[in-house]
């Protein structure tokens, strides 16, 4: 294989970081992390924990941290006792609700269709 | 946990399907195989494997026989010697191009600024 590196990024390019930018998107669970942070509203973890059905806080954490990494959310600290901790959308996160919404939606509407499909292919070689 | 079965999918409740579909349109290699068959036409398999960079002849005939399963791609078999395979969007495979491109943009938009938040987040720990 060659390797190409072009001027633009590319997904399409083995070697663009895109690449890597779009696996984070399009993670298991940071859709739905932006979700639960849609509309842009500081959340605690324990509500996360609670929307984001099936995450363990474990995964949780490390998504978190990979998105604040990648800078989508940050994190609000609170003086308190206990120190209250929030988590928000930055503008850069803001920026990727609109695609990962339509992602969303597409998925949700078009369960019954795409069953249908399934079982339609599913008869076909049985 | 308790098991919540909502009436409208939601991809936030761990037991709806939504969450599968979800799944297939943004595992590793969808949305690129999608790119390339957009605008709609027909595409060999040859063609696809040198555009999706990365991609092995393998993983590439599951990706699409799991687009085609659940109704996003069609394959097209032209009697000639040898036959002839071409794949191509469905209707419903059309439906998801829109909002695969937007993410496809925006994660190719902000490739730098990303790389930028990366670095800041790892300097700011050491």
């Known amino acids: 294989m060659t390797i190409q590196q072009s001027a633009q990024p590319d997904i399409l390019n083995a070697n663009c970081p895109s690449r890597t930018v779009l696996r984070h998107i399009t993670d298991r669970w940071t859709p739905m992390i932006v979700t639960v942070l849609t509309p842009r509203r500081q959340v605690r973890f324990k509500e996360l924990r609670e929307r984001v059905q099936g995450i363990s806080p474990k995964v949780l954490t490390e998504t978190l941290r990979s998105m604040e990494r990648d800078g989508l959310v940050t994190r609000v600290v609170t003086a308190s006792v206990p120190p209250r901790v929030d988590y928000e959308l930055t503008d ?28 339609a292919y599913d008869n076909a070689l049985h």
Chains 1, 2 share one sequence.
């Open 92 to 119: 850069l996160g803001m920026s990727i609700t609109r695609p990962i919404a339509a992602l969303r939606r597409w998925a949700e509407g078009h369960v019954t269709e795409i069953e249908e499909h399934r079982q």
